[in-house]
C-alpha cells in the first residue's frame, strides 16, 4: 500500500500499534524484521500515512500481544479512515449509549437507512459497510433505546430511485415495531417559533453523560458543551411533544409509501 494523506482514523490506528510496540520495546525495524516488511512501512503506519491491511493488522496484534486491540482498532479506524474526525468521536459515544436521541432534516437517520438506501448516497463501499456497522447497536443483547425525528421531507426526498425509496420506507415502518426504537415525523409546521433547521444527535450514556454532533453539509461538529447540548435536548422535547405520535407517523410513512412510491 502506498503513501497516503493521513486521516483521523490511519492516524489513531497508528497511535495504537505505536503504544503496544513501545509496551513491548520492540524497535520498528524489529518489528519490521518479523513480517518481513521494511521499516519504511512500519513506519507508514505509525503515522498514518499508509492503510494497513486486516491481514498486517492480525500479524502486528499477534507479534505485539496484542489481545486483539490492534485488530479492534483496525475495524474501528482504518476501515472508516475517510471519516471525520467529528463523527469518528460522536461514533465512539454512539456506540456505548444508553439512549440515542435524532432529529433529521435531510435524509433518514443512519441507524434506521436500508442498505440499498445508503448505498445510493453515500456511494463508497467502505462507508456504507462502516454504516451498516453502527447500525448492529440496535441488535445487541441490550440495544439502547433510540428516539428519532424525521422531518417529513425525508420521506419525499429521492435517494437512489423509486424502488430505493420503496423498500426505505419499508424499512422503517419495521424497525417502528421494535420496542426499543421510537420515530416520530415532524410537519413542516411544528418547527414554527424554534428557529431551527440543522440535523442533530445526541448520546446519552448511563452515567447521563451526554455527547452531541452536530450536522454540516460536509463535516459536523461534536459537542461537549453543557449549555449546546441542553439548548438541544429543550429542541428535542419541544418537537417531540409537537410531531406525529408513534402511530400517526405509521400512518404517515405508509401513506407516502403508497403515494408517492408505488
Known sequence: MGKVQPTPGTLRFGATVNEHREAAKITRA?????????????????????????????????????GGEIVKSWKKYVEGSDLPQAIIDYSESEGTAVML???????????????PYARALLGS???????????????R???????????????????????????????LLELSERDNIVLQIAR?????????????ALATQADMMVTGFLDAAIDGETVRS?????????????????????????????????????
Open 30 to 66: 524489529q518489528l519490521a524484521a518479523r513480517f518481513p516488511v521494511s521499516p519504511t512501512y512500519i513506519g507508514r503506519i505509525i503515522k498514518g500515512t499508509t492503510r494497513c491491511t486486516r491481514e498486517n493488522a492480525e500479524k502486528l496484534d499477534a507479534f505485539l500481544n496484542a
Open 101 to 115: 436521541r435524532s432529529v433529521q432534516v435531510m435524509y433518514i437517520d443512519g441507524l434506521l437507512q436500508s442498505e
Open 125 to 139: 463501499d467502505n462507508a456504507v459497510q462502516t454504516r451498516l456497522a453502527r447500525q448492529r447497536i440496535l441488535t
Open 141 to 171: 443483547a441490550t440495544p439502547p433505546t433510540l428516539c428519532v425525528i424525521l422531518d417529513e421531507s425525508t420521506l419525499y426526498r429521492e435517494v437512489g430511485s423509486r424502488e430505493v425509496m420503496r423498500d426505505q420506507m419499508a424499512h
Open 188 to 200: 413542516y409546521s411544528n418547527y414554527r417559533s424554534l428557529g431551527f433547521n440543522s440535523s442533530y
Open 226 to 262: 453543557h449549555k449546546i447540548l441542553s439548548e438541544l435536548a429543550n429542541i428535542f422535547a419541544i418537537l417531540q411533544g409537537r410531531a406525529l405520535n408513534i402511530e400517526d407517523s405509521r400512518s404517515f410513512i405508509r401513506k407516502v409509501l403508497e403515494e408517492q412510491w408505488t
